[in-house]
């Protein structure tokens, strides 16, 4: 068995992604995500990779595009008004069908906001973020295991189906310490697709990457092609966790802190002799419908419990609504920094029940 170390999760993320091979890192200093880019100056260059700070958010976002574009696995990171100027670069990559792994660790916004954790990014990522028609296959990890684990799977899954990965963190899981094991060190595929190495083709015709287009129609049957790809991705890489569902007398729906804090107010729920459901989204795209649907068909009150004023539940409508369940969704949702607690919780549930 591996042995256990202790990490903060901004830490955990940096050495998953350079134990799954990541060759090349470009990021810009902004809280609460410092740790990433720190931890990647010190241990990329020790193994003779790439690691740049850009002059800028919007720099460090276009040099991991084109170091993606020549067949490095490639990263960075940010949090929120510093995702926001990686937009650009982020539809560019999906629309030119590159892989790479962008790690969004949320503070409070909107607009330059403040450093404390937050979820308000939910509609960026999940909808896409930049402009046209594309997805980011997201993930929520809810703890410093998961840090790594899940960066460490975006590079696979980013590269199987070619098209940009988010880590999906806050600001409380970047910075809290806990126990957890390291993956193994993973062999760097090569990219037959790829720019890289077009010197050496011996003959054959220059790869050329780009996100452009100018007839319509063959632009149409490219995205429609790409959103074909999507589908596949809706079939096979939908995660979630599911916890005393059944036979709950309400469902909570959170994902990340809210759903360690749903967690807290499950155990104060059964002091109480009320037993409480806790579905947890892992891909927040794409997102676990039908699952969710199948939960909330039977019409018990289903609470979202989110550190925004109302974007996770759009998603748990849309559930309900492709289950035509007639299910009582209720919000509660901080902005700025605010983290419910486990008693706030278990109040807002008590009285929906009462």
């Not at 040099?63 to 008004?81: E, F, I, K, N």
């Not at 360690?260 to 579905?279: S, T």
């Amino acid at each position: 068995m591996s042995e256990k170390v202790l990490m903060k999760g901004n830490d955990a993320i940096a050495e998953a992604a350079i134990r799954a091979g990541c060759q090349a890192y470009f990021g810009y200093p902004i809280t609460p995500q410092n740790e990433i880019p720190a931890y990647m100056s010190r241990h990329m260059l020790e193994k003779g990779r790439v690691f740049i700070q850009a002059e800028s958010e919007i720099a460090a976002m276009i040099m991991v595009y084109g170091a993606a574009c020549a067949g490095a696995r490639s990263m960075t990171s940010s949090s929120s008004p510093g995702i926001s100027l990686k937009q650009e670069g982020m539809s560019y990559a999906a629309g030119a069908d590159v892989p790479l792994v962008l790690v969004n660790v949320n503070r409070g916004g909107p607009g330059l906001g403040n450093i404390a954790p937050a979820q308000s990014d939910y509609m960026q990522s999940t909808r896409g973020g930049g402009h046209g028609d594309y997805r980011c296959i997201v993930l929520a990890p809810k703890n410093v295991q998961e840090c790594a684990d899940f960066t460490y799977m975006a590079f696979d899954l980013a590269d199987k189906y070619r098209m940009p990965v988010i880590v999906h963190a806050d600001g409380l899981i970047g910075q809290m310490v806990e126990g957890l094991v390291l993956p193994a060190e993973k062999t760097v595929p090569k990219y037959e697709w790829s720019a890289g190495g077009c010197a050496k083709r011996h003959g054959k015709k220059a790869i050329h990457i780009t996100s452009i287009e100018l007839v319509p129609e063959i632009l149409e049957a490219k995205t429609k092609e790409r959103f074909e790809r999507y589908e596949k991705v809706k079939a096979a890489e939908i995660r979630y966790e599911e916890y005393d569902c059944a036979n709950a007398d309400l469902i909570m729906v959170a994902f990340g802190t809210c759903a360690r804090v749903c967690l807290g107010a499950q155990k104060l729920a059964k002091k109480e002799g009320i037993k409480l459901g806790i579905f947890r989204p892992i891909t927040l795209w794409p997102f676990p419908y039908e699952a969710l649907g199948k939960l909330v068909s039977n019409g018990k009150p289903v609470l979202s419990v989110e550190m925004s004023l109302g974007q996770l539940i759009e998603d748990v409508k849309l559930s309900a609504y492709y289950s035509g369940s007639k299910s009582n969704i209720h919000l509660l949702g901080h902005s700025g920094g605010v983290i419910p607690t486990e008693e706030e919780v278990f109040a807002k549930v008590k009285e929906l029940l009462s």
